[in-house]
């Protein structure tokens, strides 16, 4: 009879393990490494504007690692040039090509959006009958965390296409002919 009750035991206490595992494996705490940028044509403006979507801690932990800063962004203390560095960061990170040629744009700016910061740039003087292809290289916080992903969505005049850029695939391509 102890035999069994022992057997018993053990089969309880395994059961019991496998039951339990699930449960802790969940209970840690998982940190979601994510930017997202949206690439439209303004036919109106004739420009692409985009907007990127990045968390607020993630980039701050990267400015600070890549520049010596604290910019306490989104607080009353808040650097006072925060967005020399946000500017200077995104121009080395972000790359937009148009028919081969990477193409300037303009820093618009920044507003906050609770924990995220969304960044609106332009490029100016596009002219879309001309434009065969669009390639967006989006390297932000690549450099920072290991499991960085950066959705690029391209939305222009009905053609639509999104990429999850990581580390090692960088860039996302859109052609229109």
């Known amino acids: 009879m102890k035999r069994r009750t022992l057997n018993t035991m053990k089969s309880l206490k395994k059961v ?16 979601f490494y994510v930017t997202v940028t949206n690439i439209a044509y303004s036919e109106k ?18 400015l600070n690692e890549r520049y010596g800063i604290k910019g306490r962004m989104a607080t009353e203390n808040e650097l006072k040039d925060i967005e020399v560095y946000i500017e200077k960061y995104i121009r080395s990170k972000f790359i937009i090509t148009i028919n081969q040629e990477q193409r300037e744009y303009t820093y618009i700016g920044k507003k906050y959006d609770n924990d995220i910061i969304v960044v609106y740039l332009e490029v100016p003087e596009v002219n879309y009958p001309e434009m065969k292809s669009i390639s967006a290289t989006n390297e932000m916080l690549t450099d920072m965390f290991d499991e960085q992903q950066n959705v690029v969505h391209f939305k222009l005049l009905g053609a639509k296409k999104s990429f999850v850029l990581t580390r090692d695939n960088n860039k996302g391509m859109l052609n229109l002919e």
Do not use: N, V, W
Request: glycine residues 0%; charged residues 25%; hydrophobic residues 55%.
């Open 16 to 31: 019991f393990l496998i039951l339990l595992f699930p449960l802790l494996a969940f209970t840690t705490a998982h940190k």
């Open 45 to 62: 403006d004739k420009a692409l504007q985009i907007t990127s979507r990045i968390f607020i801690d993630d980039l701050e932990k990267t």
